[in-house]
């Protein structure tokens, strides 16, 4: 089954929802969206050969507060998972 291209944009948002809801904080409405590319690289995204397109040390991180490197958009809503059972169980 093919998704749409933005299933992953959706499915993180309901996840920030059921976080803010289960914590009872008042989010009216969740986006997320991509933005800039933070990697390595000598060239430009498009080149197929850019190391842009390698993924190194994605996860999720906790200390004082939570980072998620998700190395794609793909991998997104599944480390959005991962950070909410993290903040769900340090309240």
């Known amino acids: ?7 992953g944009v959706d499915a993180i948002a309901v ?8 914590l ?3 989010v009216p409405e969740a986006l997320v ?3 800039v590319i933070v990697a390595w690289g000598a060239t430009d995204i498009y080149d197929p050969l850019s190391e842009l397109h390698q993924r190194y040390e994605i996860s999720v ?5 939570h980072s998620i490197d ?5 991998m997104a809503p599944y480390f959005a998972e991962e ?7 340090s309240t």
Do not use: H, N, Q
């Open 83 to 89: 950070c909410a059972g993290r903040i769900l169980c």
């Open 15 to 22: 996840t920030a929802m059921t976080v803010a809801a289960r």
């Open 70 to 74: 998700p190395g794609k958009l793909t």
């Open 24 to 26: 009872s904080l008042s």
């Open 33 to 35: 969206k991509g933005g």
């Open 61 to 65: 991180t906790t200390s004082r507060f």
């Open 1 to 7: 089954m093919k998704l749409p291209a933005d299933a």
